[in-house]
């Protein structure tokens, strides 16, 4: 069964950088489409970008397009988000989760905290 555990996540000035990881366990990543969510204080959770599984394309949500990037490392069973120009509205906690269309297949982990802030 594929369980997936986030890190990377703290506390970054306005402009700076983050990398999260997404390290998968049980199962080949490879096989999955991975995205990478984030919910604020008060507000819905919200997908932030995807990776697919078939020829790597990718999605940004306007908000982080030009700023984020996603990557996987199928050798290291990894999908990174490496987060750029961060701004305080970026700040959420994120979490990873593989899905097939519209469907999630993991249950919601712990996710990784990113503050951005002065």
């Known amino acids: 069964q594929l369980q997936l555990v986030e890190s990377g996540g703290g506390l970054v000035q306005p402009g700076g950088s983050l990398r999260l990881s997404c390290a998968a366990s049980?199962?080949?990543?490879?096989?999955?489409?991975i995205g990478w969510f984030r919910q604020a204080p008060g507000k819905e959770r919200e997908g932030v970008s995807g990776?697919?599984?078939?020829?790597?394309?990718?999605y940004y949500v306007d908000s982080v397009k030009g700023r984020f990037t996603i990557s996987r490392d199928n050798a290291k069973n990894t999908v990174y988000l490496q987060m750029n120009m961060l701004k305080p509205e970026d700040t959420a906690v994120y979490y990873c989760?593989?899905?097939?269309?519209?469907?999630?297949?993991?249950?919601w982990g712990q996710g990784t905290q990113v503050t951005v802030s002065s």
């Open positions: 990776i697919s599984s078939s020829d790597g394309s990718t």
């Open positions: 049980g199962a080949i990543l490879d096989y999955y489409a």
């Open positions: 989760n593989a899905y097939v269309g519209q469907i999630i297949v993991c249950p």
